[in-house]
């Protein structure tokens, strides 16, 4: 391959290149102002703006702006319009919030938002303003807008290990990567602390406060870098996007791939956030992996674990979710799989003695293990949180099988007891450990090991010589008793990790087949009525929801269900929330930041190029964790198959346009000649009448000219119609009896003039019996190849018209001395307005079309042939009934 081939653009990058660019034109621009911490100026660097952008002439408004009663900022605000705010009530109190449904009605060309990261009041539309933001801007609307460092939820964490300060109010990094602008509102630490000392920021007490807390010059220094580099790292990205679009040759790409484990503890947030920042600083790709292993999750744990989930798509990192018993095992074998070139763990460095232990025996193992990949090993040492996940107890399993295991133990102990002359205590043994063993397959691990360690106890000290002691005499015995111990322990940790993994491996099994079927039904299916059938079946079965599909109209616009489900009814507020998560591509209503107070939870069904709508359930609990994960998968397989849908009605109405256009251009061409030479015969012969005196004669023939231009401009539009009639399906036989000698007799004489120059016979048996037909149609069939032949044959020749019945079938055949069909062609004389090389002036090529579908509505068939020694011939064949007297009898 040459270089020229290698350099030339892909066809479909150029067009995704395209179309982004056409959707972000689309959304309003974004601009942030950040900054290190509160005070550096952000709110007056928007606003000095605000007022620049309003003397070039800018429609402006302001959003919502937080003046903390600083006489500068209230000064800048003094000439700009202000959206009021909406008031909110919330535990006794009014609280007072951006009005996004003024704004967007308002649709000023930019607009002010203060504090970006900010929590909305309960009963607003998002949880956050930043969400708020993001609909503004999805209306085509310009946003300035202002945030600082320590509410980007990648530096969180970091911003609490400086300051001691937990950051509540946090802001996804991809939103901040979205922006179009980035400007950096920069301080000297001296210059920050100047300000609060001359109490510019806060009150001069809360500064004071402030100045031996947060604002110490320690912490105000490293956010300052912390903050310049990732306006850096900003620069740096719109550089590589810039150079991506335009195609220039770069050194961009690293290969540097980063693979992060995360698990249900709150500690993998801190993981996630902290590769995050890693691959923006090495310009790198992020791999979370989730491994399912056999512990049980709680449903705080479940949770948490969803939140993880969440934050790694927020911050814009490749999820893979799999499963094993051998958790570094399974972290190696992704990685191998993926190309991962460095791997990010975490690892106790307080709590429990067997926490520390496992963590460090799970460090070891993987160091390892991993070969040649670099390892990221991050300690967490703060105090986490209550609802932080800890590994399952033995406790944690139910008292039940505790209190079953040891009574099974203990009354099997005794009846062996009173059979130990007949058997003997080595025979014992393996009668409680085979009993261990039937307690593994039915138990969890705490129960199993205390029915190991009850047994050997047991065994030890009723059968074992000397009995009713701990004591052993013989060496043999010391030792059968340490093997018993620990075959019983090890067989009872082996059997209940087979039984988990086991578990595990059937849950994976049944939804990989829960998938199978689902996709299996749906390709076997046609049509949104039944796809949606299929889909909510399978919904109710796996997951036990109700859902409701509301899909979209083909010009990207919600159908509202005309009617409801038994169980779902979607109201007009409900609606708006589909409306909302299908226009925001986001998930909408209960459980969710958006809209929460809506009984119903509503997913946006994402197709490839084709969004085909929302998906409307009813749970009375929220998806969270791995079935989640489960979740997402069922809605793509279902998407995609509505999309295919789409696609294929979309396919079907550019076919039917194409067939249209086609229509349309020799209909055109056909119809424009077959009309301008009749209608020019008419107009000419009657001018003629009208103008002069004319014999008698000569009047007669005029007038026999418009006579035949009428009948063939008359025959010009019941061609027409008729296949108008063919092509919206309305044709339908209306069969009565018939008697065939009438039907051959009408078509003659209706084409008398056409037929003079040619013999006709006409081979009817004179015993031919009544047929069912219907009269009107089948004349129209004849008389239609009668003239097809009047223009093929030449004059003097026969054109032949026979008809037979013959086992249950009429058949019709016309046949004629002309040239034939060449052998080519003849497998499209019946298509729409297909004309034959070498065919004669005139006709719209309609007549063979309107044929066949009048003899199809008959259920019959018509074919083209080429006579052995010339000419052409149709055969017709209906199934029909006949009469059980003939056509003379019913005429006497």
Known sequence: MNKSTENRPDPDELLANIKQEEEKEKQGKLKIFFGMCAGVGKTYAMLQSGQIEKAKGTDIVIGLVETHGRKDTIEQIANLEQVPRKTYSYKSTSVEEMDLDAIIARKPQLVLVDELAHTNAPGSRHAKRYQDVLEILDNGIDVYTTVNVQHLESRADTVAQITGTIVRETLPDDFFEKADEIELIDLTPSELLQRLSDGKVYTPERSQEAIQNFFRKGNITALREMSLRIAAESVDKQLRDYMHLKRIQGPWKSGVHLMVAISPSPNSTRLLRYAKTLADSMGATVLAVYVETDLQLTTEQNEQLAKNINLAKQLGAELVTTSGTDLVETLVSVAMKENITHIIVGKRNTGGVISRFYSNRFISKLMKFSGDIDLYILGFEHKQEKSASRRP?????????????????????????????????????????????????????????????LSALLWNYLFIPPRFTFHIDKLQDVLMFAIFFLIAMVNAVFTVRVKKQERLTRLREERTSALFKLTKELNQVVGFKDVAKISKNNIKRYFDFEAEFILQNGIDELIKPTRQTHHLSVSGNEFSVASWAYKHKQKAGKYTDTLPSSAYTFYPLMGNTINPGVLMISSQKKISGDLEIFWDTFLSQIANKLEREFLKDMAKKAQILDESDKLYKTLFNSISHELRIPVATIMGASDTLLTQNYPEETRRDLLTEINVASERLNRLIENLLNMSRLETGRI???VDWCDVHDLANKVVNSLSKELKPYGVPVVIDDDMPLVQLDFGLMEQVIYNLMVNATQHAPEGTNIRLKMFYDTGFLTVQVMDRGTGFPPEEIGFVFNKFYRCQGAKAGGTGLGLSIVKGFVEAHNGTVIAENRAHGGACFTIKIPTKISEINSDDRLI
Do not use: R
Request: no cysteine; glycine share 6%; charged share 5%.
């Open 393 to 453: 107890t033995l406790v944690s399993i139910s008292w039940g099988q505790y209190i079953t295991a040891f009574f099974v133990i203990i009354f099997s102990a005794l009846g062996l007891f009173m059979l130990t002359p007949q058997l003997g205590y080595q025979i014992v043994s393996y009668v409680l450990l085979f009993e261990v063993s039937i307690l593994a397959i039915s138990m969890e691990m705490g129960p199993v090991l205390l029915a190991s360690t």
């Open 732 to 734: 339908t036989a209306k």
